[in-house]
């Protein structure tokens, strides 16, 4: 039961927003306050092609780790399906590392960037994406007129080859007629290959509805979407994350709604692509709230708002939206006064501007239909210039300006914050009375009933996810698994039950349970049904723990592939025996070289 919880929880992290998996993740294990996603440039936009099925891995070699589109050979044989919905040609061994400089990108990439950058850079600017939409949704037709968009992309260091497939992917999937242009905003980025590189690739490559503006300081999200705004010249702003790739048909049914009513604005489902293996997977349908800490979190949508004729593909009201990823009027969004301009660099703006919408006349709805992708990593990989937590800043603002009594809930769960200096407030202030705004207590007995009923010091509720029930994943095989070199057996170096405990080879056992490991179609392996291997991401120089299983693969993905290796899918490197002539068993990770040390079979 605990590890099925521990599942529910982590398969829940990675459905949290755009902009808070972190700080959600931190809040459910820690505690609120602890702590607030090259190479060689192709030529020309090429017409997307499929992966080839084969690619000798020893190809990568002599490949640069630049925009080509391709697999890095696919070694399962077939015997392991990569599950269903997600890129049924994208291997888990696209990670794996074959010399010093595939660990370097990865390295480094895990370390800007927080997400595995060699996969990235393999997978080239053009792919296609599993279409994760309700199949009612390819039969929906769209009217004529609909208003053309600006897509306005800010990015601080983003990876050069996510920033270009995020680019490419609006390119290669948006009806041209409906595409005003595309507004990069570079948010003073400091790693080289954003600068004469993407000039030059931009100028060489691009079509000319794709601008760049480069802000001569950092100026944070928030600011940086207000410059690219400025920029655009579409009817409609569509705003996305610099690590995004569209899906079939996505910019219809965002710009239908608008159509019908400039004051409604809309996000698109937002899809998961992993940071580990950059698999996109679908999400499931459900709707923006928040809590008193001002953390935005994922709730079921009420059945009450799935009512209509259209079922579960009609847009639902939201009460608020996570953030990256959303489109509006833009005349719209500059009667709605944009975003508070005092906020710095990232947090509390997707709150501000969803209790705006709400109270001053707008609304706020998810579109089923429309579906984007959006790299989810672990943490935050860049900080603020002076180190301050704007997340703390920008909240305080939103609560002095919209919350009214209610900014109490927050301070009563942030006393020390509420003597803080947050900066002047009064354009914002006379903004609401301007735009004749209704008050919060309007707004959470309207549009959040949900909230007073949990009350301000309740704790948050667990993500939730729906269609999607905390099923078992399938057991594929079940057995030892020994070295071949020395035909010992993996094992636990304490108890199958240790918790962070170490792994190593054993004399095998054939009357010990305890040395039996369960392969399953999540790619996990539990010894003993305890307990799972797992690598921990950012540190492929540790060696594999025995962890409580996750469920969201990445660190605790293994491939049984060919030449009898362990692949790990996180780390793109190989289990290994560090001394077979050591009683003691050491097990670690290594370049994979099909070396007898690395050999290891699952016996049933
Ligand atoms: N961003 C930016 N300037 C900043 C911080 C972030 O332009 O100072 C960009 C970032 O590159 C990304 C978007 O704003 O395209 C949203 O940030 P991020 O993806 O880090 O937020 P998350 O999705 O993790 O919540
Ligand atoms: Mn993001």
């Not at 800010?154 to 507004?183: G, K, W």
């Not at 003073?188 to 060489?204: A, M, T, V």
């Not at 702003?237 to 809309?266: G, Y």
């Not at 609560?399 to 200096?421: G, I, S, T």
């Amino acid at each position: 039961m605990g590890s099925a919880a521990l599942r529910c929880f982590c398969c829940g992290c990675l459905f949290t927003s755009v902009t808070w998996t972190l700080l959600l993740f931190i809040y459910f294990n820690f505690s609120e306050e602890s702590q607030g996603f090259r190479h060689v440039p192709i030529k020309g936009h090429e017409p997307y092609k499929p992966f080839p099925k084969k690619v000798h891995p020893r190809d990568s070699a002599g490949l640069p780790d630049g925009p080509r589109s391709g697999n890095v050979g696919n070694s399962l044989g077939n015997h392991v399906g990569v599950p269903a919905e997600t890129n049924a040609d994208l291997s888990p061994e696209m990670g794996m590392i074959f010399n010093e400089r595939d660990q370097d990108v990865r390295d480094v990439g895990y370390q800007k960037h927080a997400f595995n950058m060699l996969i990235s850079n393999r997978l080239g600017y053009h792919r296609e994406v599993p279409d994760t939409r309700d199949p009612k949704c390819a039969k929906k037709t769209y009217p004529a007129g609909l208003p053309l968009a600006s897509i306005v992309i800010c990015f601080y260091n983003e990876a050069f080859s996510a920033l270009m497939r995020t680019v490419h992917s609006v390119l290669d999937r948006t009806a041209p007629h409906l595409l005003q242009e595309i507004v990069l905003v570079d948010d003073n980025s400091e790693l080289d290959d954003l600068k004469k590189r993407l000039d030059d690739y931009i100028q060489e490559n691009l079509p000319k509805k794709v601008t760049l503006v480069r802000n001569k300081q950092r100026e944070g999200l928030i600011r940086g979407r207000m410059i690219g705004a400025s920029h655009a010249t579409g009817e409609v702003l569509v705003f996305l994350d610099s690590h995004c790739e569209v899906n079939e048909m996505w910019l219809q049914p965002l710009l239908a709604p608008i159509k019908d009513n400039r004051k409604t604005v809309v996000c698109p489902v937002i899809d998961i692509i992993s940071a580990d293996t950059l698999i996109y997977t679908s999400s499931p349908v459900v709707r923006g709230g928040f809590n008193w800490g001002l953390h935005f979190k994922w709730d079921p949508v009420p059945l009450s708002e799935l009512g209509g004729p259209e079922g579960s593909t009609a847009p639902f009201r939201s009460p608020t939206m996570a953030g990256g990823l959303f489109a509006m009027d833009r005349e719209y969004f500059n009667t709605l006064g944009q975003y508070d301009g005092g906020m710095d660099i990232w947090g509390g703006e997707n709150l501000e501007i969803s209790f705006r919408i709400w109270m001053c006349g707008g609304s706020l709805l998810i579109i089923p239909c429309s579906r984007v992708g959006h790299i989810f990593r672990k943490r935050r990989p860049y900080g603020s210039p002076g180190g301050h937590d704007t997340m703390a800043h920008n909240s305080l603002r939103l609560a002095h300006v919209w919350m009214d009594e209610y900014k109490e809930q927050y301070f009563a769960l942030r006393p020390e914050l509420r003597n803080r200096n947050y900066g002047d407030i009064n354009e914002r202030l006379s903004l609401r009375n301007r735009l004749n705004c209704k008050s919060f207590k309007w707004y959470l007995d309207n549009i959040y009933p949900e909230m007073q009923i949990s009350g301000p010091n309740a704790k948050a509720q667990p993500p939730v996810f729906v269609n999607r029930g905390p099923k078992r994943p399938k057991i594929l095989q079940r057995g030892r698994l020994i070295n071949l070199q020395t035909n010992r057996c993996l094992s636990a170096q304490s108890h199958p039950s240790h918790k962070g405990g170490l792994v190593v080879a054993k004399e095998c056992d054939f009357n010990d349970s305890d040395q039996i490991w369960s392969y399953n179609e999540e790619h996990e392996l539990i010894l003993s049904n305890l307990l799972c291997l797992d690598m921990s991401e950012t540190r492929s120089s540790d060696p594999p723990r025995l962890m409580k299983c996750h469920g969201s693969g990445g660190s605790q993905q293994w491939v049984l592939g060919k030449n009898n290796r362990l692949y790990q899918v996180s780390v793109g490197q190989c289990m290994k025996l560090v001394d077979p002539l050591s009683h003691k068993g050491y097990v670690s990770m290594a370049i994979c070289d099909g070396s007898p040390s690395q050999q290891w079979h699952l016996d049933n």
